[in-house]
């Protein structure tokens, strides 16, 4: 059977973009939905343009609230039926009452190699550091922030001369082949990580 994918972000989306993509041919999964916090946010666009339904909670309406934004996120998610839950570059943090039904089909990409780094500023903190390697990693979900059983991280050098942006920049495109390769793997049921080098 093929897997549903759901697709959350809060901003530009490229790797919404990168996941969408890589979603055709003998792809164990398809895209149903892109669903933002943030009616603004670049990523929407190009997920139409894709062709997915895209759909935006605007967490702002909410206050304080996050139980009653987490439910309205919990029941579009619901109606979308999705098998898995791609967070990518979704930037509000989930509670335990939203991620529990769901835990297990959660996967989310982290600029770090965890278990370093944790939360935001991670470029910057490998350079404080004195790190002479940086990268991301795609891992399942739990209650705990930016924790969770690691499916795939992609290593690269940190160069004389980087600043945070430059490690960013450099980054990005090693985010955009693990995710594909790890949501391929984790669709098709194999929790084995995908280790790459950049
Ligand atoms: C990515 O670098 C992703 O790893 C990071 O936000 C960026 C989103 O870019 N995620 C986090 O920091 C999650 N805590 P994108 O919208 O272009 O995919």
């Known amino acids: ?49 894709l062709g997915v339904p895209v759909q935006a909670i605007d967490h702002k309406a909410f206050g304080k609230d996050r139980p009653a934004f987490e439910a309205a996120l919990h029941d579009v998610l619901v109606a979308a039926q999705p098998d898995i839950i791609c967070l990518a570059g979704f930037m509000r943090i ?15 990409i982290h600029p770090s190699l965890l ?14 550091a ?3 390697h940086h990268g991301c990693t795609v891992h399942q979900v739990t209650a705990a922030l930016d924790d969770g059983p690691v499916l795939g991280q992609a290593r690269m050098p940190v ?11 450099r980054l990005l ?8 390769a ?11 990580p995908v280790m790459l080098d950049g």
């Open 94 to 108: 989930l509670g335990a009452d939203f991620i529990t039904p769901w835990e297990g089909r959660i996967l989310n």
């Open 173 to 180: 495109p090693l985010e955009h082949a693990l995710y594909p």
């Open 1 to 49: 059977m093929t897997k549903r994918v759901a697709v959350l972000i809060s901003g530009g989306g490229s790797n919404m973009t990168a996941l969408i993509r890589s979603m055709t041919g003998d792809h164990p999964a398809r895209p149903v939905l892109v669903l933002s916090n943030d009616p603004q946010a670049g990523g929407l666009a190009k997920a139409a343009d």
């Open 115 to 128: 278990p370093k780094y944790r939360g935001l500023h991670t470029h910057a903190r490998a350079l404080e």
């Open 130 to 132: 004195g790190d002479t």
């Open 159 to 169: 160069l004389p001369g980087d600043t945070p942006e430059s490690l960013a920049q």
């Open 182 to 192: 790890v949501l391929r793997r984790f669709a098709a049921g194999d929790r084995r």
